[in-house]
């Protein structure tokens, strides 16, 4: 009997840029600890021997001084860091059309993107009247990304959806009408790259949500639902939490503090180093 299963994905994420926060800052109701939480900026590769697929394309120099943000390296560099050309890349998924998530399209001139029609529809649509909820996006970018619609170069889903065998998107909303992580097959099983479906580990382990939410039922929910589509709870890799630098392992030593990977266990059985 011929093996069937689909060949598994290496995935990688590359941090690329910091924001020092409280934890006061990260919790609906504030946190009584005054203590540092920083942010990390995060993008994610998932590739094998026949697709590269880039998740998130993060935010440029100019972006990072406007916003106040920390850039430790431009996400072209980082992702060369790891033999991934952005020129030569053909998929791109989308999580949400913050800032921060799509800064650097022009860099992937090939790609089509990958986004959820409702995450468009929110992103033009009569919610960008309000300055509370337009503030994490950037107009320039949505504008990019309605340009890319005229050349066909984005592929809209409704809801889950398979990109590939072994690779999948899911609706969750919560932090943005649509928002959606990305499951992926790996050699330890299914891995879920969160995005802003969850900022921190502490947040899908404790139920205490995120402030910057648009439907904080929907936000609820996708905890349940990232643990769902995970082989684990330690499957879950949430979006900017400095965490996942310590927990996964590097490709290589000269890597250190650039990439990790998160197809492989992780150290210390997940715990802080």
């Not at 995935?11 to 946190?31: E, K, M, P, W």
């Not at 919610?127 to 994490?136: I, V």
């Not at 400095?242 to 990790?260: C, F, H, I, K, T």
Request: with cysteine; net charge negative.
């Amino acid at each position: 009997m011929s093996d069937t299963r689909p060949e598994p994905f290496e995935v990688f994420a590359l941090r690329y840029a910091t924001h020092n926060r409280q934890r006061s800052d990260n919790f609906i109701d504030g946190d009584p600890h005054d203590a540092a939480m920083p942010l990390d900026y995060y993008v994610w590769v998932a590739r094998n021997s026949t697709k590269t697929f880039v998740i998130d394309t993060g935010f440029d120099a100019e972006t990072a001084r406007r916003r106040g943000r920390t850039l430790v390296r431009d996400p072209a560099t980082a992702l060369a860091a790891i033999g991934v050309d952005p020129a030569a890349v053909e998929d791109v998924i989308v999580t949400h059309l913050h800032y921060d998530h799509i800064g650097n399209f022009a860099l992937f001139p090939k790609a089509r993107f990958h986004l959820q029609d409702i995450e468009m529809a929110y992103a033009t649509g009569r919610h960008m009247g309000h300055a509370r909820l337009r503030h994490p996006f950037d107009v320039e970018h949505v504008v990019g990304m309605v340009r890319h619609v005229y050349q066909d170069r984005v592929e809209f889903h409704d809801g889950d959806a398979q990109i590939a065998e072994g690779l999948s998107v899911h609706l969750v909303g919560g932090h943005s009408r649509g928002l959606q992580c990305v499951r992926v097959l790996t050699a330890r099983g299914w891995v879920v790259l969160a995005s802003d479906a969850s900022h921190f580990y502490e947040h899908f382990e404790t139920g205490r949500p995120f402030p910057n939410v648009v439907r904080i039922d929907e936000m609820l929910d996708g905890y349940r639902l990232l643990k769902k589509l995970a082989s684990s709870p330690k499957h879950v890799i949430p979006g900017h939490d400095p965490l996942v630098m310590q927990r996964y392992p590097a490709p290589s030593s000269d890597l250190e503090g650039v990439v990790v990977r998160l197809d492989v266990e992780p150290n210390d059985d997940g715990e802080r180093r």
